[in-house]
């Protein structure tokens, strides 16, 4: 085994403080919130029960996935007509330019904080 799976295996927490496994490594009975979501549960409050880590090779530092129990997991909550209405506001918000109040059919650059148009307009200038 590679010295990077000695590193990030650490299955009793001695060294992090929660049980820590290699990626892809994981016990049965244990997800992340992505795995969760998908089989249609949510964390429901619980604490984190491990970790998966994984040496970054770009960033040369780690990665690292919190896993919680599966028979703590609490079924994800449905959408309220409520909720849909502050999603709908929130995207129109995301597409409308705050300088000229035109709403565009896509999310305007976060970076520029405005259209194209203004952000064109504000460097001529």
Same mark, same amino acid.
Not at 33 to 62: E, K, T
């Given at each position: @085994?590679? !010295?990077?799976?000695?590193?990030? /295996?650490? %299955?009793?927490?001695?060294?992090? $403080?929660?049980?820590? =496994?290699?990626?892809?490594? *994981?016990?049965?009975?244990?997800?992340? &919130?992505?795995? +969760?979501?998908?089989?249609?549960?949510?964390?429901?409050?619980?604490?984190?029960? *491990?970790?998966? @880590?994984?040496?970054?090779?770009? !960033? $040369?530092?780690?990665?690292?996935?919190?896993? =919680?129990?599966?028979?703590?997991?609490?079924?994800?909550?449905?959408?309220?007509? &409520?909720?849909?209405?502050? +999603? !709908?506001? !929130? @995207?129109?918000?995301?597409?409308? #330019?705050?300088?000229?109040?035109?709403? /565009?059919? /896509? #999310?305007? %650059? &976060?970076? +520029?904080?405005? #259209?194209?148009? #203004?952000?064109? *307009?504000? &460097?001529?200038?």
């Amino acid at each position: @085994m590679s !010295a990077a799976f000695g590193k990030c /295996y650490d %299955p009793h927490g001695a060294r992090y $403080g929660v049980p820590t =496994y290699p990626w892809k490594y *994981a016990p049965d009975g244990l997800a992340t &919130r992505r795995q +969760l979501r998908a089989r249609g549960l949510r964390p429901g409050g619980q604490d984190i029960a *491990a970790q998966l @880590m994984r040496q970054n090779r770009r !960033a $040369g530092g780690v990665s690292v996935a919190y896993l =919680y129990r599966e028979d703590l997991a609490r079924p994800v909550r449905p959408m309220t007509s &409520r909720k849909w209405g502050a +999603l !709908a506001l !929130a @995207m129109l918000a995301r597409r409308t #330019c705050p300088k000229c109040r035109i709403t /565009y059919s /896509y #999310c305007l %650059p &976060r970076s +520029l904080g405005m #259209c194209l148009l #203004c952000a064109s *307009a504000d &460097r001529a200038a």
